[in-house]
């Protein structure tokens, strides 16, 4: 591992080839796991009579519940290491994504079982061996079975050690692909969560299991880290607890022999409640829903107490499936944005590590005191008892203060979040244009003795009319260019019509009243088309679509993302942008609601008497403007979410003008050029700057290529 490190560190991304490797190791540890866990429980329940199977069942069900209420309170010291924080993010389509329900019946009941060993699906695997094994207990005829499936279980054992012999090779690859590829920048913005899940991950994992165990049986706690060391390692490194269940099992059998007097009588007990406990959720498992919490705060969306028991309730019940689809269900459950699951896949390259080495701790845990309690063994000894919970007290105080101390030291920066929104700049170069600003005299235009496309192909100049309040689709960044998805949407037409560009100040009055060709020659400024501005303007075909949201200060974001809770508030004052489109739309849904007009997007965070409970904006330039006042987040009522298209107006209706500009918008979004844009002014993604090669000493330090 150490040496796969450091390989990684010296060539960087030059090791990725070895992912090949890393992969194939990872497959070949797993191969023989589904076959030994149908072999394993049909044998170990199969060997048990009705009492002994009625005593592991009760004693084993105890034994997890005791662990998951351990890992909930591990989770409970989440928030307590979360510094002060301040943040909002640009807009990201998972805010409008429909969260699939969880499927419980299809997970754990399989209807064809050879179809869930062929796929893989270990819980409907599980529970169809689990009633063979019963099935199989009052079987008179057994004896023929059992000695079968002892056979097929030590065969598959031996292939299992074969495979383990390949270690030192595939830790290897992992090390050397995870060293030299991993994101340090993608590290640095998760650190928060990062560091409060490895401090609590470590402290269950190396304290609060293996001590548990050590209080409640014969076994020391050096024995049992020590002697697991392998397996343990392995399962942090491969982020695979199924691939180690083999090796865990001989650990158990092998602590269970030398310390407690457990014979070999007892091992069909190991041999069941290794891969049956593996179906449930895990304490590994149990502590992402300390994501839920960190994700609560960085969206400044923090979970109240009261909610903590509806969080552990649904929590353990969606974690007996996949995490990736428990954790966007309780998202959307407590109103978290759901763009958060980014950060959350992003961290599990380092949290997946110290989950799967908590997993692992967690299986062999249950196994020892499953087994230790169907021999009747356990032990509850007073003294070591309060000496364990002081030194645990102790211990988890260190963590938690340790923690608070790191990260309120590592993130005492100011917010500048406001600074990389007027820091932007056009993704490329698509020419220049000449623009006017607010004020300053426009030259006339030529009157029209045509049409407006052939008044810019004799100018050969494309006059472009925009609205200042339309971040950010138009305007002014910090270096004083003109910027905006359409600035450049702008700058590409000149470009195609062999023209150059004026971009021009219009009054948003012309959506009510009709676009003079004497003005411009088309508005591009995001412009939403609505029933009533058709009827003076001629708009073109949509080019995108913005989603209807609330821009609500950040503590009342979760209570405004539905429309339900939304109208149980009673009368509310809601900021509208003028126009008797959105006060319909508005008061549609919330009839008793006051509607205040709003003029300019930045008149909505001016204070005023009395207050605005909310306004209403697109979630995609609403994101942009909390970006500048940090305070206030959007919040996309479900169900389901209005959206609004946004389209360019056309002067004087020409006809040719429009057919022009329709075309042109299929065409820009045929060769992604709109995708482009979207991407990098809507969602923030610096699609134009190319990616440097991860950090390396051979690289960076020796300049060796």
């Known amino acids: ?155 598959i054992s031996r292939a299992t050690g074969f495979v383990v012999s390949l270690t030192p090779y595939g830790v290897f690859a992992i090390a050397a692909v995870v060293a030299g590829t991993l994101s340090i920048e993608e ?85 069941v409640i290794v891969p049956a406990a593996f179906n449930f959720p895990h304490t590994g498992k149990v502590l992402s829903l300390g994501f839920i919490l960190f994700a609560g705060w960085f969206a400044d969306r923090n979970l109240p107490l009261s909610r903590y028991p509806q969080l552990a309730g649904t929590g353990l019940l969606v974690l007996f499936g996949n995490v990736n689809a428990a954790i966007p269900f309780l998202l959307d459950l407590f109103h978290i944005p759901a763009d958060t699951f980014r950060l959350f896949l992003t961290s599990s390259v380092v949290n997946a590590r110290f989950g799967t080495l908590v997993a692992a701790v967690h299986t062999l845990t249950v196994a020892i005191l499953g087994t230790c309690a169907v021999a009747g063994i356990l032990r509850i000894d007073g003294r070591r008892l309060l000496r364990f919970v002081i030194l645990t007290v102790v211990l988890t105080v260190a963590v938690v203060g340790g923690s608070r101390l790191l990260l309120q030291v590592a993130l005492n920066r100011p917010y500048d979040k406001d600074t990389i929104l007027t820091g932007m700049r056009a993704t490329r170069d698509r020419g220049t244009a000449r623009v006017f600003r607010k004020g300053e005299p426009v030259p006339p235009l030529p009157a ?3 049409t407006v496309l052939d008044r810019i192909k004799k100018r050969g100049v494309v006059r472009v009319g925009y609205f200042e309040d339309s971040l950010p689709f138009v305007f002014f960044n910090r270096h004083g260019e003109l910027v905006g998805l359409d600035v450049e949407m702008a700058l590409q037409l000149a470009l195609d019509l062999g023209a150059t560009a004026e971009l021009v100040p219009i009054d948003r009055d012309i959506l009510d009243s009709g676009l003079d060709p004497s003005a411009c020659d088309v508005v591009m400024s995001g412009a939403a088309i609505t029933a009533d501005r058709a009827t003076h303007v ?97 919040a996309v009522p479900k169900p389901p979410p209005m959206q609004v298209p946004l389209a360019y107006v056309i002067a004087g209706r020409d006809p040719s003008m429009l057919s022009m500009i329709n075309t042109w918008i299929e065409l820009k979004r045929s060769d992604g050029t709109i995708d482009e844009l979207f991407k990098y002014w809507i969602l923030g993604e610096n699609n134009n700057e190319s990616r440097s090669p991860r950090w390396s000493i051979g690289h960076d330090v020796l300049h060796w290529w």
Request: net charge negative; no cysteine.
């Open 1 to 155: 591992m150490l040496l796969g490190a450091v390989v990684g560190l010296f060539f960087g991304e030059r090791v990725a080839f070895l992912q090949f490797a890393a992969d194939a190791y990872v497959r070949l540890l797993q191969m023989t796991v589904l076959p030994y866990v149908t072999v394993s429980i049909v044998a170990g329940l199969g060997s048990l009579n009705v009492s002994q199977a009625k005593t592991l069942g009760v004693r084993l069900g105890v034994i997890l519940v005791l662990l998951w209420v351990v890992a909930f309170g591990a989770v409970l010291l989440f928030p307590l290491m979360f510094p002060p924080n301040s943040n909002a993010s640009f807009f990201s389509a998972t805010l409008l994504e429909q969260r699939e329900p969880f499927d419980f019946l299809s997970l754990y009941i399989p209807t064809n079982p050879f179809n869930s060993l062929a796929n893989n699906v270990v819980p409907a695997v599980v529970l169809f061996s689990l009633i063979l094994g019963v099935a199989l207990i009052a079987n008179p005829a057994k004896r023929q079975l059992l000695d079968v499936l002892e056979v097929a279980s030590s065969t």
């Open 187 to 271: 590290l640095a913005r998760l650190q928060v969560y990062l560091v409060s899940y490895i401090g609590v991950a470590v402290l269950v994992s190396l304290w609060v299991l293996p001590g548990l165990v050590a209080v409640l049986t014969p076994i020391p706690y050096r024995a049992l880290l020590s002697r697991s060391r392998d397996a343990l390692v392995l399962a942090f490194m491969t982020t695979s607890l199924f691939a180690v269940l083999p090796l865990l099992t001989d650990v158990t059998k092998s602590l269970l022999h030398e310390y407690s007097g457990v014979g070999e009588t007892q091992d069909g007990t190991t041999d």
């Open 448 to 450: 029209l003795s045509s």
């Open 538 to 634: 001629q708009f073109s075909t949509p080019y995108m679509h913005e989603t209807v949201a609330f821009i609500v200060p950040d503590y009342l974001a979760a209570a405004f993302s539905d429309w339900s809770s939304v109208r149980a508030m009673g009368r509310l004052r809601i900021g509208v942008p003028k126009g008797p489109y959105f006060t319909r739309r508005v008061h549609e849904e919330l009839p008793d609601a006051d509607i205040v007009p709003i003029e300019q997007m930045e008149d909505m965070f001016v204070p005023r008497n009395p207050p605005l409970d909310a306004f209403i904006a697109t979630a995609e330039r609403g994101s942009a403007y909390t970006l500048l006042h940090p305070g206030y987040s959007v």
